[in-house]
């Protein structure tokens, strides 16, 4: 008899077809998937696994999903997750209700879209992040929060230094080109026009304006860790509007 795992809760049911509803999470038949026998807990399977930078939802399959079904951003904000992902790092799904309940509240919060640089020794690597605020005015501290599986995070936490880059309302094709895919796959400066200050820690020429960042405190806050730095250095380039999430749905 074939067996079906729950991509979300883990649950194994069994028959010729994955059943109308999961008993345990209550997600339907599509987010389930055959295997051939019981997978091993946190076993890692052959299936690509994307990660929602907005909301940390795990998706499955050979492509990012069309929209994330928890807070409704499209593929370009999703990452390929390359390391092990246990039960404890993926989140849980809401009922179909409880989504259609939480999404217009979800979409109320009003933040931006940012570029934060990385660097390690003498390598650079950069992501979309929209959890970037501002903490202290004197001295400035600004607080971001990095994802444990990123690349960015790995040279956030050698190197203690990074740059916020903030981006105008004509550069959402940086957004795609940052969440889109893994620096452990691809170079995402190569091709880009950027320079190094005082951290070492990469600045888009072409950004609205930027700050960079000396770290002083790491809150481990369980998928997560907040960083918070010391502005220790920053410029800002014209007047041109910032793009914020509200934009960038409006126009993605």
């Not at 050979?62 to 409704?72: A, I, K, L, N, Y």
């Not at 795609?176 to 600045?203: C, I, Y």
């Amino acid at each position: 008899m074939k067996k079906w795992l729950c991509t979300v809760c883990g649950y194994i049911h069994q028959g010729d077809k994955p059943p109308d509803e999961c008993p345990v999470c209550g997600v339907g038949p599509e987010m389930f998937e055959e295997v051939a026998d019981e997978p091993k807990k946190n076993e890692q399977t052959k299936t690509k696994r994307w990660r929602c930078t907005i909301c940390n939802y795990i998706h499955k399959g050979d492509t990012p999903p069309d929209e994330c079904p928890v807070c409704g951003v499209g593929p370009e904000l999703f990452e390929e997750v390359t390391e092990e992902v246990t039960e404890e790092e993926t989140i849980e799904l809401m009922t179909e209700e409880e989504k259609k309940q939480a999404k217009p509240a979800i979409h109320k919060f009003s933040y931006g879209l940012f570029v934060i640089g990385s660097k390690s020794k003498d390598k650079v690597n950069g992501q979309t992040a929209n959890t970037a605020f501002q903490i202290t005015s004197d001295p400035a501290k600004i607080a971001i929060g990095i994802n444990k599986n990123n690349l960015t995070w790995q040279y956030i936490n050698e190197s203690n230094v990074f740059t916020v880059n903030f981006l105008s309302q004509d550069q959402i094709d940086s957004i795609k080109h940052f969440g889109f895919q893994s620096g452990r796959k691809v170079d995402k400066f190569q091709d880009m026009q950027f320079v190094n200050k005082k951290t070492g820690a990469p600045v888009l020429k072409e950004c609205l304006g930027y700050l960079e960042c000396q770290v002083e405190h790491k809150l481990d806050v369980g998928t997560h860790t907040i960083f918070v730095g010391q502005v220790i250095g920053g410029e800002s380039f014209g007047n041109d509007e910032p793009l914020t999430y509200a934009y960038y749905r409006a126009h993605k």
